[in-house]
């Protein structure tokens, strides 16, 4: 992304007739534009949202109104209200928040119509989805991943970018459920290493997992101040390698609010928003952002494992046995509980101990 990104196709003025016409051409073109199964998941997931909601303060009504009576028995029906109430409540929760980012990603013709122009005038496709990764994207292993608004770059190393849903996210996943990013790919295989902005987004509550603070590697300067890093534990020489005082200051001066993570041979850089908009001014901190780090990861192709054994060359003629450029304690980073999800496991723990209580009094 050398060129000067032209962002006027997401500024300029354009005509319902305009819209209407491309619009007509993209779901010709892409008939998943359409997003028939988005329709009809945000029906499914709004009405008993609503419901949920209503039922929660009837119970709730209920509760106060038993409690100023103080009738026989109140303490039993505190229980059991409680205990239903708390179960809607939460979720409702878990439901309304994927309703609301579902609800927010629905189809918009004028958007398509910018981001298919914004596309075509910097040499980009676009690919208005949902759909699935490509083969080999390292997040697929975080559960089903579903993109929108694929916008991909020319080349042999082409950067990609996209907002993505892990629609049934697996419990490792550090990943927010929703969210976008910019793909890079690496030279090489690197570790898994993630830099955790201290600017960013609030995390969300409904992340199934979260990292072991013991592969926290605290980085000289100020540094600490806008990103933590995480790296696999005995991988920390190597962090130090990659992450030059250089880059770590590209990282302060263009990255922040974004987390940056190394998987396999792909860089990521991610956000719990959506970054794929027709905002201009966010596609010009994110193009900045990538060009940041873009001329500075060819030099990680030299960066080799020393814990991986590799075979002596064999005869003329030998299929050439490919080895995993990085050893297994440094694929992947280790993950516990997230808080949100033991906040989830021990609500729901209480509310049903609550409602067996209550039975058992009764």
Same mark, same amino acid.
């Given at each position: 992304?050398?060129?000067?990104?032209?962002?006027?196709?997401?500024?300029?003025?354009?005509?319902?007739?305009?819209?209407?016409?491309?619009?007509?051409?993209?779901?010709?073109?892409?008939?998943?534009?359409?997003?028939?199964?988005?329709?009809?998941?945000?029906?499914?997931?709004?009405?008993?949202?609503?419901?949920?909601?209503?039922?929660?303060?009837?119970?709730?009504?209920?509760?106060?109104?038993?409690?100023?009576?103080?009738?026989?028995?109140? +303490?039993? /029906?505190?229980?059991?209200?409680?205990?239903?109430?708390?179960?809607?409540?939460?979720?409702?929760?878990?439901?309304?928040?994927? *309703?609301?980012?579902?609800?927010?990603?629905?189809?918009?013709?004028?958007?398509?119509?910018?981001?298919?122009?914004?596309?075509?005038?910097?040499?980009?496709?676009?690919?208005?989805?949902?759909?699935?990764?490509?083969?080999?994207?390292?997040?697929?292993?975080?559960?089903g991943l579903n993109l929108t608004r694929v916008l991909r770059t020319a080349g042999e190393r082409p950067i990609e970018f996209a907002?993505?849903?892990?629609?049934?996210?697996?419990?490792? +996943?550090?990943?927010?459920?929703?969210?976008?990013?910019?793909?890079?790919?690496?030279?090489?295989?690197?570790?898994?290493?993630?830099?955790?902005?201290?600017?960013?987004?609030?995390?969300?509550l409904l992340t199934p997992a979260a990292l072991r603070g013991s592969q926290v590697l605290s980085l000289e300067g100020d540094f600490?101040?806008?990103?933590?890093?995480?790296?696999?534990?005995?991988?920390?020489?190597?962090?130090?390698?990659?992450?030059?005082?250089?880059?770590?200051?590209?990282?302060?001066?263009?990255?922040?609010?974004?987390?940056?993570?190394?998987?396999?041979?792909?860089?990521?850089?991610? +956000?719990?928003?959506?970054?794929?908009?027709?905002?201009?001014?966010? *596609?010009?901190?994110?193009?900045? /952002?990538?060009?940041?780090?873009?001329?500075?990861?060819?030099? *990680?192709?030299? *960066?080799?494992?020393?814990?991986?054994?590799?075979?002596?060359?064999?005869?003329?003629?030998?299929?050439?046995?490919?080895?995993?450029?990085?050893?297994r304690p440094g694929r992947r980073l280790r993950t516990i509980w997230s808080p949100g999800t033991i906040a989830i496991t021990v609500?729901?723990?209480?509310?049903?101990?609550?409602?067996?209580?209550?039975?058992?009094?009764?």
């Amino acid at each position: 992304m050398s060129a000067p990104l032209d962002v006027s196709p997401l500024t300029e003025r354009v005509s319902r007739r305009e819209v209407r016409r491309s619009w007509r051409a993209l779901t010709e073109a892409h008939p998943e534009a359409r997003d028939t199964v988005g329709t009809i998941r945000r029906v499914m997931l709004g009405v008993p949202t609503v419901v949920m909601a209503m039922v929660a303060l009837v119970l709730a009504g209920i509760l106060v109104g038993e409690v100023v009576r103080g009738e026989t028995e109140v +303490s039993t /029906a505190v229980i059991v209200q409680a205990s239903l109430g708390g179960v809607l409540a939460l979720t409702c929760l878990l439901t309304g928040t994927t *309703w609301l980012r579902l609800l927010r990603r629905r189809p918009r013709p004028r958007v398509h119509h910018r981001l298919m122009r914004f596309a075509a005038a910097n040499g980009m496709t676009y690919r208005p989805g949902p759909t699935g990764a490509e083969r080999g994207s390292p997040l697929k292993t975080r559960g089903g991943l579903n993109l929108t608004r694929v916008l991909r770059t020319a080349g042999e190393r082409p950067i990609e970018f996209a907002n993505y849903e892990l629609a049934a996210p697996v419990s490792t +996943s550090t990943s927010p459920p929703f969210g976008g990013y910019a793909a890079l790919r690496l030279p090489a295989e690197l570790p898994n290493i993630l830099l955790r902005s201290e600017d960013g987004p609030r995390r969300s509550l409904l992340t199934p997992a979260a990292l072991r603070g013991s592969q926290v590697l605290s980085l000289e300067g100020d540094f600490d101040r806008f990103f933590q890093l995480y790296c696999p534990e005995g991988y920390e020489r190597d962090a130090l390698y990659l992450f030059t005082p250089d880059v770590m200051a590209r990282l302060i001066d263009h990255v922040r609010g974004l987390d940056v993570e190394i998987i396999d041979d792909w860089m990521f850089l991610v +956000s719990s928003h959506d970054l794929v908009t027709d905002r201009a001014d966010r *596609w010009a901190a994110l193009t900045a /952002a990538v060009d940041a780090l873009d001329d500075r990861v060819e030099r *990680w192709g030299s *960066w080799r494992d020393e814990r991986v054994a590799r075979p002596a060359a064999g005869a003329a003629g030998e299929p050439t046995v490919r080895v995993r450029e990085v050893a297994r304690p440094g694929r992947r980073l280790r993950t516990i509980w997230s808080p949100g999800t033991i906040a989830i496991t021990v609500g729901t723990a209480l509310c049903f101990g609550g409602l067996v209580v209550a039975l058992v009094l009764r």
